[in-house]
């Protein structure tokens, strides 16, 4: 309790110095010149870190530092508009740029791999093919013409009158096949394909790097747009009407004077008053707030639909590639053997035998499809945990962002204190009886409402029974 | 010159007048069949017979478009969508006919569909429309590839065994030829290969079913989300346009921001045109096509959204084209593997000699006697595809449906800015069939626009105005206190002793039971009101004069304002 109580006094004192120095004097004006410097420190650290492209250089970053120390020891707006910033980070803008993170994420993981995929299917059925032709068929054709070679080349028929008869045998075999023009096509054909590939996946590699760095910068751009937009609202002249829900220390205080002297006071809150203002500090949402939640978590439901569909897209292929792999490594080869046989004397021995393996397809070139599960996902995880997060911390941060805004400006704080202290006193003396309303509701149950048809006919009957009358 | 000026006025209002007169009569009739339309009861025989023939004419259209909707978007049979077409055709003309709210409900769904439920029907309509275009297109070029690897597997497998089957023929040829040399070649396969091929042709075959299952599969499922989404849209697109039928006939304020015709007349006629000299800024003019400042920022947030789909529209079709283009390089890799024809020639020839040296000592060249010859030969082709498995062709990425998918997507853009005018005409329909309620709601605009211009001029609210009378509010419930508040008022207006009045301001704001003294304070409440609109003002004492005229309440009231300059 005596830590965190002297963290807070620590905390407050530098908040003051933060907010505006206390006196003219040279010690007061270091102080507060150094609490910017420190700020200003954390604020381009953090640019820095969330994008290093954006400041890819020491010397960029240091200028930086020094105008943004300037900017905030000079002007107020300045210090009050970065801590907003931040603040905006958690909220609807924050929320964006991690749903933009994520999406580049998907297209980044799961696209490329379905075309890393798609790319090892082609390379297979091209090794398979290479492996068929010159692997089996033409070493085949190669050692049956040795075998015929060494057939005829050695075989003389003995005779007895050797010296009487002389032999002249000749042997030509000749094999056609053209296998260079093969050659050609397999790799020229496999060059084009992987051409088209690699020319699909560079462009899609720089489309999404350059997407990626277009949705940081609209990202930053959303924060600061939305922040000088909140400070604009806060500050206008219809400022003190804007997100004026918040009973906030000040109003208490403003409460308990009005009491003092004898005038009427708001609170406590009624039932329905305190389903509609909230009370700062408080953390269970009103039923407007999570109406709000909703809405903040409505955009995240329908990205996580989109990445999950992508994520199942490249899946789908991953799995196809894989039972078509599976399939063909269990099919089982095929033998020919090449057997030489001479025969001496009676009896026939087996000289060499030569055996090829004939399988559908070669096993060192059955695609191995890839499934980006762990790269993706546990990226994308942390992001909706962070967003879960920002969600349930939203409409705190909304609160941060009207005490921070109170704490620079006073005088517009007052403002607002009495135009919700009277708008509530107003509102009071206004409340609806709640007759004109059920008067209102009953057209529900008119039959006339419905049928106007049956009041003209029950009329035109009395104006004739009338009519019988007189 | 004073006439001057009033010439030149009167001669622009004589233009205005007679352009006026021609465009009035020029939509005459059309005025009068929306006369005739939004009537509870016909009049006279001639407006029945127009109603009966619009409600005719409207139930034909819905007819038509169910049945087209059914039929030809959603795929059911021809013959039960005639048959649902045809009796909400005549459910829709009983319900126009008969039913005044049904047919204000119908009317309102015109510019309803031209706002966010309408522009969620249309996003719908061109993602549906883009995702049965390209889901099945990319599925086809996939199995297009997928083909391949089976045509270009086959094919070597077929060459292969082609090839063992010649050389088996061939060495079969050869056998009794090396018999003679006493040396033989035995070409031995382990099968001839039918049952291996049965086999593979089992495989491959099983794969592609696989494949054709899950396009079936992801049409069904584009399809069916497509029904279910379209049902809902349509359903909340009525809900919608009830919800706001019952809002405007229940609450004065809703959508109650426009300054009508009937508003004019109003004013005119109570001599009250100065409540609109300087308008608010939440007043819409109906009349006008000019649109404020915060209906445009709204249309900008809503095209931005619209952007970012269209994007995504981009995206999806780019990844039609891509699976097309490697689908067709595929394709055509696979076409252009050459046929390698293979011929082997073998020529075997033995001949022998008799006494061969006689005729070498005479030098003449020694006649040969043949004793053997042997000429073979065998071709085939090496065939890399099979010629019993025919390539699919690359779907070609049809480009009706991604621009049909944009055009959708820029009509809902086009919604986006028609909004606007889609909400005047929404509240024009309810005001032309609710014409008493109509009013109701223009006094309280009027009351309104008085209590505005009270405040802004800082007079005095007379005890006896309009504009003091408590207005209803949709789902408001009365507070629990209120009956104390009667009684509070009750009881101070039976004593009515300065006394009584300070010793209920001295009670505690936490008593429990009894309710806090701020609110039982009815009148002083409202005694007290003005105050905080004056508080900027130096009239403290003239308020104080007219509302305390007792003298102890005023001297007391005279101290605290001399406090407050201090």
């Known amino acids: ?470 | 010159m004073p006439g001057h000026p009033g010439a030149a006025e009167q001669l622009v209002k004589t233009g205005w007048r007679s352009w006026h007169l021609g465009f009035w009569k020029a939509l005459a009739p059309l005025q009068a069949a929306w006369d005739a339309f939004s009537q509870p009861v016909p009049a006279s025989c001639g407006q029945l017979l127009t109603q009966l023939l619009l409600c005719a004419s409207l139930a034909a259209a819905a007819a038509g478009l169910v049945y087209h909707w059914l039929a030809s978007l959603l795929l059911y049979p021809p013959g039960p969508s005639a048959m649902v077409a045809t009796v909400c055709g005549l459910l829709v003309f009983l319900s126009l006919g008969l039913v005044p709210p049904v047919r204000c409900l119908f009317a309102l769904s015109v510019p309803t569909l031209g706002m966010e439920q309408g522009r969620r029907l249309l996003l719908s309509y061109s993602t549906a429309t883009l995702a049965i275009a390209v889901v099945p297109n990319v599925l086809a070029n996939v199995g297009a590839a997928g083909q391949v690897l089976r045509c270009v597997t086959e094919g070597s497998l077929e060459s292969l065994l082609n090839t063992t089957h010649q050389l088996h023929a061939a060495s079969r040829a050869l056998g009794p030829t090396g018999q003679a040399g006493s040396r033989g070649l035995t070409f031995e396969a382990q099968d001839n290969g039918s049952a291996f091929y049965l086999h593979m042709l089992r495989v491959t075959q099983q794969v592609l079913e696989d494949f054709s299952g899950l396009e079936s599969l992801a049409r069904a499922a584009a399809l069916g989300t497509q029904r279910v989404v379209t049902g809902l849209f349509m359903l909340g697109l009525l809900v919608e346009s009830a919800w706001y039928l019952h809002c405007y006939l229940t609450d004065l304020r809703f959508d109650n921001i426009y300054a009508t015709q009937q508003l004019t007349q109003r004013l005119a006629q109570a001599q009250a045109t100065h409540l609109l000299a300087p308008p608010p800024t939440w007043l819409l003019q109906a009349a006008q096509l000019r649109l404020s400042q915060e209906e445009l920022l709204s249309c900008l947030l809503r095209l931005g959204l619209l952007a970012l789909l269209l994007v995504a529209t981009a995206v999806a079709v780019a990844t039609d084209h891509v699976a097309f283009l490697l689908a067709q390089a595929t394709v055509d890799w696979a076409q252009k593997l050459p046929t390698v024809p293979i011929t082997l020639t073998v020529k075997y020839d033995v001949a022998y000699t008799v006494l061969g040296f006689i005729p070498f000592l005479f030098n003449q060249l020694a006649p040969e006697s043949p004793f053997l010859s042997v000429h073979s030969s065998y071709q085939w082709e090496l065939r890399l595809t099979s010629a019993r498995c025919p390539l699919l062709p690359a779907r070609r990425p049809r480009a009706a449906a991604p621009l049909a998918a944009g055009a959708l997507q820029l009509l809902a853009g086009s919604t986006v800015l028609l909004e606007a005018y889609a909400r005047r005409l929404r509240h024009a329909i309810a005001a032309s069939f609710f014409t008493a309620q109509e009013a109701r709601r223009v006094r309280h605009l009027h009351a309104r626009l008085q209590r505005r211009h009270d405040r802004h001029q800082g007079q005095q609210l007379p005890l006896g105005d309009p504009s003091c009378v408590p207005t209803p509010r949709p789902a408001c419930k009365p507070p629990a206190w209120i009956d104390y508040r009667l009684d509070a008022l009750r009881t101070e207006s039976s004593e009515g002793e300065g006394k009584e009045l300070w010793s209920c301001r001295d009670l505690s704001c936490n008593l429990g039971p009894v309710p806090p003294p701020c609110v039982t304070l009815g009148k002083s409440l409202h005694l007290s009101e003005p105050r905080f609109l004056h508080l900027h003002n130096d009239s403290i004492f003239t308020i104080d004069v007219t509302y305390f005229p007792r003298r102890d309440v005023v001297r007391m009231e005279g101290n605290t304002g001399h406090d407050r300059p201090g």
């Open chain 1, 1 to 470: 309790m005596g830590i965190w109580t002297s963290g807070t006094d620590i905390f407050l004192s530098l908040w003051e110095i933060y907010v505006s120095p206390r006196s003219p004097g040279w010690m007061d004006f270091i102080q507060h010149l150094g609490v910017c410097c420190l700020v200003a420190l954390i604020s381009v650290g953090l640019l820095s870190v969330a994008a290093c492209w954006f400041l890819p250089s020491i010397i960029a970053a240091a200028a930086s530092w020094i105008i943004t120390c300037v900017l905030l020891c000079c002007s107020k707006h300045a210090r009050c508009f970065i801590l907003l910033v931040f603040l905006s980070c958690g909220l609807r803008e924050g929320r964006n740029a991690l749903i933009a993170a994520g999406t580049g994420i998907v297209i980044l993981g799961h696209v490329e791999n379905i075309f890393h995929n798609f790319k090892g299917l082609l390379d297979g059925m091209t090794c398979n093919l290479r492996a068929k032709s010159f692997s089996i068929h033409f070493p085949l054709l190669k050692k049956y013409i040795e075998a015929i070679q060494w057939i005829y080349g050695l075989a003389t028929p003995l005779s007895v009158f050797d010296d009487l008869v002389s032999w002249n045998q000749t042997l030509a075999v000749s094999l056609f096949s053209p296998s260079h023009v093969l050659e050609a096509q397999l790799n020229d054909s496999k060059g084009e394909v992987l051409s088209v590939l690699y020319q699909m996946a560079t462009t899609t590699e720089v489309l999404s790097s350059l997407g990626q760095k277009l949705l940081a910068f609209a990202g930053l751009s959303l924060v600061l747009l939305g922040t000088g937009l909140f400070m604009k609202r806060f500050l206008g002249p219809c400022g003190w009407k804007y997100e004026n829900i918040y009973i906030t220390r000040q109003f208490v205080q403003f409460d308990e004077r009005e009491r003092h002297q004898q005038r009427p006071c708001v609170l406590p809150l009624n039932k329905e008053e305190r389903r509609k203002y909230v009370i700062i500090p408080t953390f269970w949402p009103t039923p407007k707030e999570r109406k709000n939640l909703g809405l903040f978590f409505l955009p995240i439901l329908i990205h996580l639909c989109i990445w999950v569909l992508f994520a199942a897209v490249d899946y789908l292929l991953y799995r196809l590639i894989f039972s078509v792999s599976k399939q063909f490594q269990s099919l089982p080869g095929f033998e020919v053997h090449l057997k030489l046989h001479g025969e001496k004397q009676g009896t026939q021995d087996i000289i060499h035998d030569s055996s090829f393996n004939i399988s559908v397809f070669e096993p060192n070139c059955i695609p191995k499809p890839k499934f980006l599960l762990s790269e993706t996902w546990v990226p994308l995880s942390v992001i909706l945990l962070i967003l879960v997060m920002l969600g349930l911390l939203s409409s705190i941060l909304m609160q941060l962002k009207i005490l921070v805004s109170a704490s620079f400006y006073p005088s517009v704080e007052r403002k607002r204190i009495q135009y919700l202290h009277a708008k509530l006193l107003k509102k009071r003396s206004k409340q609806p009886l709640g007759e004109v309303k059920r008067r209102l509701s009953l057209y529900l149950t008119k039959i006339h409402f419905w049928l106007p048809v049956l009041k003209m006919i029950r009329k035109k009957q009395m104006d004739m029974a009338s009519a019988d009358k007189s």
